[in-house]
């Protein structure tokens, strides 16, 4: 038996679409939890509607104090009463016979202690995984968490685990926050050497809302930052010392280009040793960051992206002698507000920056600057279509910090 567990926060406008996703499974032999974190709309008289029908599988639905979903899921996994934990989030659904091909994928490694669990992939589409097919041959490749990507296995994937591990690997929580990232449980389990079986199988549609924590990011992180700190403890421990400092002072750049020192480091909960040592990395970085802008001639910018890199820049603007006259993004247009602290956290500065679509006329500036994550080769061919001078931000910062 598998549980479906989901963890909700006023997504009644959506979830049922999931719930018929169930309805329609090849296979019933699943139980659906449902912990609702503190929802203030429909979602609790969807749910008890819902368990009095005839679904043909169990629902068990509990509601809560709004907590995050890391606390739900070990919440979720407390009431589990099936082999396999199967997270599938509120704005997502299921193929038809994900259920069942979840169930032959899992018996075939339920005995072996080894591996914890089992994985399908998550597509946009039926045809169209996020992240792609893998680049292995087989139907299946094992690995762990933290191997999969030399196998091509690239963005999120449909993870099935034991629930036992689970019950070994709780969330830690921290008191006052309510998000922490996920992979400071699937990296822990990976370390300590339980392999995934992945199969290149799309059994789990999603779209990643403007209201998910997809595309929070950073800005989750910042109001949680002993969750956040926590992970990158952990980060260390995978990838070196070196590594995390990088990661953590792209987390002290992203805060502290909206907060006077005094607010970041309060913000951050860190040392007083700490924000000192971040802060002469920050200066020193605004400083070089001023040079290359001097010495091309950039002094009028647009940029392309509006996620926490694109924030924290127009926030960092003023320190760098830049002047930015709009931004370019696909999911805002109109006006977009950034609020940044001077000096003292009472002190308050607004910047108001034009935001255009991808489709608009462009102003002339002297350049633009993709604030992406990633290298988008795409991206960047569109905008030297209108651009003489095209920047990757990644390019003048890489020395510095690693998003």
Same mark, same amino acid.
């Not at 992970?231 to 070196?242: A, D, F, P, R």
């Not at 960092?316 to 109109?334: H, P, Q």
């Given at each position: 038996?598998?549980?479906?567990?989901?963890?909700?926060?006023?997504?009644?406008?959506?979830?049922?679409?999931?719930?018929?996703?169930?309805?329609?499974?090849?296979?019933?032999? $699943?139980?659906?939890?449902? +912990? /609702?974190?503190?929802?203030?709309?429909?979602?609790?008289?969807? &749910?008890?509607?819902? =368990?009095? %029908?005839?679904?043909?599988?169990?629902?068990?639905?509990?509601?809560?104090?709004?907590?995050?979903?890391?606390?739900?899921?070990?919440?979720?996994?407390?009431?589990?009463?099936?082999?396999?934990?199967?997270?599938?989030?509120?704005?997502?659904?299921?193929?038809?016979?994900?259920?069942?091909?979840?169930?032959?994928?899992?018996?075939?490694?339920?005995?072996?202690?080894?591996?914890?669990?089992?994985?399908?992939?998550?597509?946009?589409?039926?045809?169209?995984?996020?992240?792609?097919?893998?680049? $292995?041959?087989?139907?299946? +490749? /094992?690995?762990?968490?933290?191997?999969?990507?030399?196998?091509? &296995?690239?963005?999120? =994937?449909? %993870?099935?685990?034991?629930?036992?591990?689970?019950?070994?690997?709780?969330?830690?929580?921290?008191?006052?926050?309510?998000?922490?990232?996920?992979?400071?449980?699937?990296?822990?389990?990976?370390?300590?050497?339980?392999?995934?079986?992945?199969?290149?199988?799309?059994?789990?549609?999603?779209?990643?809302?403007?209201?998910?924590?997809?595309?929070?990011?950073?800005?989750?992180?910042?109001?949680?930052?002993?969750?956040?700190?926590?992970?990158?403890?952990?980060?260390?421990?995978?990838?070196?010392?070196?590594?995390?400092?990088?990661?953590?002072?792209?987390?002290?750049?992203?805060?502290?280009?909206?907060?006077?020192?005094?607010a970041c480091m309060d913000k951050m909960q860190i040392s007083l040793e700490c924000s000192q040592i971040l802060e002469a990395t920050y200066q020193q970085m605004i400083l070089e960051m001023k040079k290359y802008f001097a010495e091309h001639n950039i002094k009028?910018?647009?940029?392309?992206?509006?996620?926490?890199?694109?924030?924290?820049?127009?926030?960092?603007?003023?320190?760098?002698?830049?002047?930015?006259?709009?931004?370019?993004?696909?999911?805002?247009?109109?006006?977009?507000?950034?609020?940044?602290?001077?000096?003292?956290?009472?002190?308050?500065?607004?910047?108001?920056?034009?935001?255009?679509?991808?489709?608009?006329?462009?102003?002339?500036?002297?350049?633009?600057?993709?604030?992406?994550?990633?290298?988008?080769?795409?991206?960047?061919?569109?905008?030297?279509?209108?651009?003489?001078?095209?920047?990757?931000?990644?390019?003048?910062?890489?020395?510095?910090?690693?998003?």
């Open positions: 038996m598998i549980t479906v567990f989901t963890s909700t926060y006023n997504r009644g406008y959506i979830i049922e679409n999931l719930y018929q996703s169930l309805k329609r499974q090849t296979s019933k032999d $699943f139980e659906w939890i449902v +912990i /609702d974190d503190g929802s203030t709309d429909n979602t609790e008289s969807l &749910l008890f509607k819902w =368990k009095n %029908e005839e679904a043909n599988f169990p629902i068990k639905y509990k509601k809560i104090k709004n907590g995050g979903k890391h606390k739900a899921i070990n919440i979720g996994v407390s009431l589990s009463s099936a082999d396999a934990f199967f997270i599938v989030d509120s704005d997502d659904f299921l193929v038809e016979n994900a259920i069942e091909e979840a169930q032959t994928w899992f018996q075939a490694i339920c005995e072996k202690p080894q591996y914890a669990g089992v994985s399908g992939l998550r597509g946009y589409t039926k045809d169209n995984p996020i992240g792609g097919w893998g680049t $292995f041959s087989n139907a299946y +490749i /094992d690995a762990t968490n933290l191997e999969r990507k030399t196998y091509g &296995l690239l963005g999120d =994937k449909a %993870e099935i685990y034991k629930t036992e591990i689970l019950k070994k690997y709780p969330f830690p929580e921290f008191k006052g926050e309510n998000f922490l990232t996920e992979a400071i449980v699937w990296d822990r389990i990976a370390i300590d050497g339980f392999k995934i079986r992945w199969y290149q199988k799309i059994i789990y549609i999603c779209d990643y809302l403007e209201d998910g924590l997809t595309h929070s990011g950073y800005a989750k992180s910042i109001k949680n930052p002993k969750g956040y700190l926590a992970y990158l403890n952990l980060i260390s421990q995978i990838y070196g010392k070196e590594y995390a400092d990088k990661k953590k002072f792209g987390f002290y750049f992203v805060s502290r280009s909206a907060n006077s020192f005094n009028n910018i647009a940029i392309y992206g509006l996620g926490n890199v694109g924030n924290a820049f127009i926030a960092a603007s003023d320190n760098l002698n830049l002047n930015i006259k709009y931004a370019i993004d696909r999911r805002e247009t109109g006006y977009h507000v950034a609020y940044c602290e001077n000096i003292t956290p009472k002190s308050l500065n607004v910047i108001k920056v034009p935001v255009y679509s991808p489709k608009s006329k462009f102003p002339p500036v002297d350049a633009v600057i993709i604030t992406l994550k990633d290298y988008n080769e795409k991206i960047k061919i569109f905008l030297q279509k209108y651009f003489d001078v095209v920047v990757y931000w990644k390019d003048i910062s890489l020395k510095y910090w690693i998003d």
